[in-house]
């Protein structure tokens, strides 16, 4: 092993060859995570300091119906706080205050940056203080930034639950914590794994509520569920806690490659390990088998958007035959994602970030059957006859897990399946 925890293996591939490009990019930017961090932490509220954009970018990412009760909002600044006639410091604790008294149920209060907060240097992080000081310990206020300058829109939640770190309480218990936000079915399905190992205690980051906070310390063992938290893992890591390697739960191979890594991590015997995982292997390959008929040989290009395209291009070759043309990623994190990166054919091109008019070039000379891309880019490519799927979907749907296998496949066959559909 490597200081980082990965295995030797993984750092000795590093050699294999990446394209790096600087350019126009075409992502969303964090703000885009509240949508799925508020539907996890009950009781969190979201408060986006920022503008109209800010505002209606969410608004729209979360499809809000006008009769529910959100718990994310902005707090709107107008041209007199901009223009430094207001002061925006008093307006944002008096918009917080009225709020939480509409509001008890809100435990933990999420300041959330914007690029014009960070424009007009708003200083959240002295704004959360300020407000901690009367709110605590009722509610707690806690800030980071969402903001779109150079991030991708999982960055969001990586930087939501970095902020979180410092608050947890030390401990020295052994324990396992599971690494980023997963829906409540799959974090029930993956408890139940865990049992069936004998591995616990086990915590998750972030937790149902956000005021349960997990404690962390030398005896932690760190298995990251999100490719995309690394600034997260390494403030646990830089509080003693231990990060296990391994690929992500994705299929049939990635779910038992990642249970197993905990287990042997946590000394679990070879044969109680394969007594619980075999039977959920076998099913999800069940499951797998199906859409394999309609993937295999297929042709897949993966655009950088959500930072899940590694692990995922590790799944779609490795568990449903298809052939990776351009495997890009915003940026490559290969403490998070080297385990996956190991498992990648060493015929695929692996590109780091983005020069979005060459990289469209490539996906228009390749003609993939299949682009993963940004919303924005889905439309343009459809229009000139190319299949696409959205991957922002795959970050929104449950796809983690042996129980999801089936339905993380059939998210990769749809287009294909329309496509053959529509030309029938
Ligand atoms: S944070 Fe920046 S990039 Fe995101 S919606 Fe607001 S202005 Fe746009």
């Given at each position: 092993m490597n200081d980082v925890g990965l295995p030797r293996s993984a750092v000795l591939r590093d050699a294999r060859p990446v394209l790096?490009?600087?350019?126009?990019?075409?992502?969303?930017?964090?703000?885009?995570?509240?949508?799925?961090?508020?539907?996890?932490m009950q009781d969190a509220f979201f408060l986006v300091v920022?503008?109209?954009?800010?505002?209606?970018?969410?608004?729209?990412?979360?499809?809000?119906?006008?009769?529910?009760?959100?718990?994310?909002?902005?707090?709107?600044?107008?041209?007199?706080?901009?223009a430094g006639l207001a002061d925006v410091n008093a307006e944002l604790d008096r918009i917080a205050l009225s709020l939480l008294a509409r509001r008890p149920d809100i435990r933990t209060l999420f300041l959330v940056g914007s690029c014009p907060s960070e424009v007009i240097k708003l200083d959240l992080a002295k704004a959360a203080e300020r407000l901690n000081a009367t709110?605590?310990?009722?509610?707690?206020?806690?800030?980071?930034?969402?903001?779109?300058?150079?991030?991708?829109?999982?960055?969001?939640?990586?930087?939501?639950?970095?902020?979180?770190?410092?608050?947890?309480?030390?401990?020295?218990?052994?324990?396992l914590l599971v690494l980023?936000?997963?829906?409540?079915?799959?974090?029930?399905?993956?408890?139940?794994?865990?049992?069936?190992?004998?591995?616990?205690?086990?915590?998750?980051?972030?937790?149902?509520?956000?005021?349960?906070?997990?404690?962390?310390?030398?005896?932690?063992?760190?298995?990251?569920?999100?490719?995309?938290?690394?600034?997260a893992l390494r403030a646990l890591a830089a509080r003693g806690a231990m990060p296990v390697a391994a690929p992500y739960p994705f299929g049939a191979l990635g779910s038992t490659a990642w249970f197993e890594a905990a287990a042997l991590a946590c000394g679990v015997e070879r044969a109680t390990i394969d007594r619980a995982l075999q039977p959920l292997q076998a099913r999800a390959m069940t499951a797998l088998a199906h859409y394999r008929q309609t993937l295999a040989g297929r042709r897949i290009f993966f655009m950088p958007d959500s930072q899940l395209e590694v692990p995922l291009a590790r799944f779609v070759s490795a568990e449903?035959?298809?052939?990776?043309?351009?495997?890009?990623?915003?940026f490559?994190?290969?403490?998070?994602?080297?385990?996956?990166l190991d498992l990648l054919p060493a015929t695929a091109t692996l590109s780091e970030g983005q020069h979005l008019e060459q990289q469209?070039?490539?996906?228009?000379?390749?003609?993939?059957?299949?682009?993963?891309?940004g919303l924005g880019l889905a439309n343009p490519l459809e229009a000139e006859g190319l299949s696409t799927k959205w991957s922002i979907e795959l970050v929104f749907s449950p796809v983690h897990g042996f129980d999801q296998a089936g339905d993380l496949a059939e998210l990769f066959a749809r287009p294909l399946n329309r496509k053959a559909r529509l030309a029938a």
């Open positions: 790096r490009e600087r350019g126009q990019r075409e992502v969303f930017c964090g703000l885009t995570s509240i949508v799925w961090l508020h539907r996890k920022g503008s109209r954009t800010c505002a209606h970018l969410i608004q729209s990412a979360a499809g809000v119906m006008i009769f529910a009760e959100p718990r994310f909002g902005t707090a709107i600044l107008t041209d007199r706080d901009l709110l605590l310990p009722r509610v707690r206020v806690i800030n980071y930034s969402g903001s779109g300058i150079e991030t991708t829109f999982t960055q969001g939640e990586d930087l939501a639950l970095k902020a979180m770190v410092p608050l947890l309480p030390a401990t020295d218990a052994r324990q980023g936000c997963l829906p409540d079915i799959v974090e029930d399905q993956f408890r139940r794994i865990f049992d069936a190992l004998g591995i616990g205690p086990v915590a998750f980051l972030p937790a149902r509520h956000a005021q349960e906070l997990p404690g962390v310390g030398i005896n932690t063992l760190l298995l990251a569920a999100q490719p995309f938290n690394g600034e449903l035959g298809m052939d990776l043309t351009e495997v890009g990623t915003p490559l994190d290969r403490q998070m994602v080297g385990a996956d469209l070039a490539r996906v228009r000379a390749l003609r993939p059957d299949l682009t993963v891309c």
